[in-house]
């Protein structure tokens, strides 16, 4: 028996994708070129399978606020938010995300992941305390729950009905119980449906948790998420974003009305036991939130990029996850099919996210496009002529013949 027995099955899938050509987790960006555009092995791609929603990584807002906070205050805070790590800045975005949001209080931490991994695991903790979760979760709200030691009961994903079925059947003894959704769901693309979901919870007496990474610039009037698309802001109990997607940065919040939020910074181990994110991080985001809240027409121009590319791929005859949005899931019938075509796709200079099993829901093998602000109309032509190529040399990964 060896310690590396375990990376057998690991070793000959990477071998099956290599065979399949370029190796799809390890694309190195040689030289950016703009949001949507980079250089990988020599070859300009068109970016479209990016997180980089509103597209806003090269605004010189945020660029010139980095480069002061580099000069004023170093390359980094050499500690945790609990210790020396809390500078002015951080205390900073956490009011103007307060303020943006419309809650009381809002915690920053170094990354989305260490932000759902410390509030989950500081707010439910066993045994008396219980974790709702929809199946089809980011792994860091898994690993919130794993860090937690609570017992976590998983629902099936956007199911309402599920989740009022499993609050009816705890036992008494539970006492405090946190059901955790996501707003738009990062693979497919989907919507949670937030408002039963509430309704639910509440009536079970249990708190809401969501996570708007994905959504949170995306969706409602002013940005805020899904949660604010369906008039619910009030009435979630919390909600946590990243500073990895719109606001094109690094770190992670929690936002919350209730004051025992407070209480996460003294008691959430991925709040107390890492490094804060750096002032230039910090700073580049809190002027990226402030472009977002003053610039209603980067979502426009967001969903008009959305629903065009959306409209020409009907025609197609893929199968889609999710219905129109930022995100355009293809579900391709196997690994191996899923493998060639995202080849394909870089062959015609079009670089999406490949996603297969284990790590997808369903077990599904899929190429993930994401779509944004900054896509130009030759960007979208690129995309789309790249698409329709497929269909034609993929016929197999279709669910009905091209128009
Ligand atoms: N939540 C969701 C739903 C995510 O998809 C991700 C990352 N892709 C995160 C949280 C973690 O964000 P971060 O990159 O800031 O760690």
Request: aromatic share 10%.
């Amino acid at each position: 028996m060896s310690l590396f027995d375990k990376f057998e099955k690991t070793a000959s899938l990477y071998k099956e994708l290599l065979g399949a050509g370029r190796d799809p987790f390890g694309v190195s960006m040689e030289e950016m070129k703009g949001p949507m555009r980079a250089i990988v092995k020599g070859k300009e791609i068109v970016l479209a399978g990016t997180n980089n929603y509103l597209g806003l990584t090269f605004e010189d807002d945020a660029i010139n606020a980095a480069k002061r906070a580099l000069e004023e205050q170093g390359t980094g805070t050499t500690g945790s938010r609990f210790a020396n790590g809390t500078y002015a800045g951080h205390r900073e975005i956490e009011s103007a995300l307060a303020e943006f949001l419309g809650f009381s209080n809002c915690v920053v931490f170094s990354t989305g992941y260490q932000a759902n991994l410390g509030a989950i695991a500081a707010l439910v903790q066993p045994p008396n305390d219980v974790i709702l979760l929809d199946a089809d979760s980011h792994a860091c709200l898994y690993d919130g729950c794993q860090l937690s030691g609570a017992q976590t009961i998983r629902f099936h994903h956007n199911s309402p009905e599920s989740l009022d079925k499993r609050l009816s059947r705890l036992d008494p003894s539970i006492t405090g119980k946190l059901v955790c959704i996501e707003g738009m769901y990062s693979m497919f693309g989907d919507v949670a449906p937030v408002k039963e979901f509430v309704e639910v919870a509440h009536k079970h007496g249990a708190y809401l948790y969501l996570d708007e990474a994905h959504s949170f610039g995306v969706y409602g009037e002013n940005g805020r998420g899904v949660a604010e698309a369906e008039g619910l802001m009030d009435q979630v109990d919390f909600y946590s974003g990243t500073f990895s997607k719109s606001l094109c940065s690094i770190g992670g919040f929690v936002a919350s009305n209730h004051p025992e939020l407070e209480y996460l910074r003294f008691s959430s181990r991925p709040y107390m036991f890492t490094a804060s994110p750096s002032p230039a991080n910090i700073a580049a985001a809190t002027a990226t939130l402030k472009h977002i809240s003053a610039d209603a027409s980067l979502r426009e121009r967001l969903w008009s990029n959305a629903k065009r590319i959306h409209s020409a791929f009907q025609q197609l005859g893929f199968d889609y996850c999710a219905p129109v949005g930022p995100v355009i899931a293809v579900r391709l019938p196997d690994k191996q099919t899923a493998f060639l075509a995202w080849n394909f796709l870089m062959d015609n200079g079009v670089y999406v996210n490949l996603a297969i099993p284990p790590g997808t829901p369903n077990a599904a093998s899929i190429l993930r496009l994401s779509v944004s602000a900054a896509h130009t109309t030759k960007d979208l032509d690129i995309i789309v002529q790249a698409y329709t190529a497929l269909a034609e040399n993929f016929q197999s990964a279709l669910v009905t013949t091209p128009a």
